[in-house]
């Protein structure tokens, strides 16, 4: 099992501060081939720099509501997917979109 690094900073240019949307966040999931990385067996460690100030929930759906579904759900992803590189708001952002992706899942039926 090797260690994989998520680093947003690849998302980032001068002017961005904040990541939105769903479509960006299935574009950043293509970027980091993160369906890739649901089939192996790799610990991925996602890290973002200061500079990077919220990311939305829909973003946050868009890259890894995929993955929670793929692991199983929270708990399987928070085991796989290590957040304590990022500052204590984005952790909050981040857990925020995958409580969403729960309350989807828990409505659609599961699927």
Do not use: C
Not at 38 to 59: C, M, Q, V
């Amino acid at each position: 099992m090797a260690i994989v690094m998520i680093d947003l900073q690849d998302l980032l240019n001068d002017r961005v501060d904040t990541l939105i949307g769903r479509p960006r966040g299935e574009a950043a999931r293509q970027h980091y081939h993160v369906d890739a990385l649901d089939g192996s067996s790799d610990f991925i460690e996602i890290a973002a720099p200061k500079t990077l100030r919220s990311i939305t929930p829909s973003f946050v759906q868009g890259m890894f509501g995929p993955s929670v579904r793929t692991l199983g759900g929270k708990e399987a992803f928070l085991k796989r997917y290590s957040l304590s590189r990022l500052s204590e708001g984005l952790r909050y952002d981040i857990l925020e979109g995958i409580d969403r992706v729960m309350i989807s899942r828990s409505v659609a039926g599961s699927h």
